[in-house]
């Protein structure tokens, strides 16, 4: 149960660093945003694991397989490319079509690691996308009602 | 066009958040960020240089608008807990659920600066659609 909370504070604190880093990104500029949103999170991440006493030693990053490392490049990336991608369709789209390229990647990777395909997840992330369909029309019919 | 680029970048979250994920089973949770982020500011470093931008600092600029590293790092460590646990389609689909549950909040009062949209009642129905199908993930 606290991990399927902490999953859903994980989105919550997804919109909240878009809104925080779309507003940085208007007023000093797409990369500058980004750069200030590195800077800031290691300022924290070092106070943290300094407070922890948690040190990165040499040894312990040999045996890491390199592709782990890509994740922190990728997340550059993707900050970048949302910055000039969601301004241009509406959100009511770059929610739901984000989230279908998310969803069945994530059935591809669970079936790469754990090597077996989930029905019962293609099944749900169909409903889902079902779900952020209808909520969609009913922003749409909303929005052409009010003009 | 800029549709397949948002299924793009729907694809590119979860290779991150996997890789992220499987550096967190090697370092826990707190060096795997700190690594995630020395890699990130190395990346956007790299950029500014090549494309010969220089890093602003702007004292007029709101200081809450600076807490978006902070923010990453607190969401970072949410994913990469719940992902070694849940699995990662399990982790996307109950994110987005909490993303549309914030935005409906942020749009109904305007929170944030941002346009009021009021909360159509209709749309409590989209909510039990998705959570029929995040029940149905989880179960299965």
């Given amino acids: 149960m606290i991990y399927i909370i902490l999953a859903i504070a994980g989105g919550f604190l997804t ?21 200030i949103n590195y800077i800031g999170g290691l300022i924290i991440i070092l106070l943290i694991t300094m407070g922890l ?57 669970d079936y790469l690691r754990l090597s077996h395909v989930s029905k019962g997840k293609i099944i749900g992330g169909l409903i889902v996308v079902l779900g952020i369909l209808y909520n969609s029309n009913v922003d749409k019919k909303q929005l052409v009602d009010e003009n | ?81 719940s992902f070694s646990t849940l699995g990662a389609s399990l982790t996307l689909a109950l994110g987005v659920f909490g993303q549309l549950i914030l935005s409906s909040a942020i749009d109904h009062y305007g929170l944030m600066g941002m346009d009021t949209y009021k909360f159509h009642k209709k749309k409590i129905i989209g909510f039990g659609i998705i959570l029929v199908g995040i029940i149905i993930m989880t179960i299965y």
């Fill in chain 1, 15 to 35: 919109i909240l660093s878009m809104v925080v880093n779309a507003s940085l990104a208007k007023r000093i500029g797409v990369f500058q945003g980004a750069f």
């Fill in chain 1, 53 to 109: 006493r948690e040190y990165l030693h040499m040894e312990a990053l040999v045996n890491i397989p390199f592709y782990a490392f890509l994740g922190g490049a990728l997340g550059v990336v993707i900050v970048a490319s949302s910055n000039v991608i969601i301004p241009k369709i509406p959100t009511i789209y770059s929610t739901l079509l984000i989230f279908i390229g998310q969803i069945f990647t994530g059935v591809i990777i």
């Fill in chain 2, 1 to 81: 066009m800029y549709r397949i680029y948002a299924i793009f970048i729907g694809i590119l979250i979860t290779i991150m958040v996997t890789f992220n994920g499987t550096l967190d089973g090697y370092l826990g949770n707190y060096l795997s960020i700190l690594v995630i982020h020395l890699v990130g500011l190395t990346a956007i470093a790299g950029i500014l240089i090549f494309k010969k931008i220089k890093p602003v600092f702007k004292k007029d600029v709101p200081l809450y608008l600076y807490s978006g590293g902070a923010i990453g790092v607190l969401l970072v460590l949410a994913n990469n807990i």
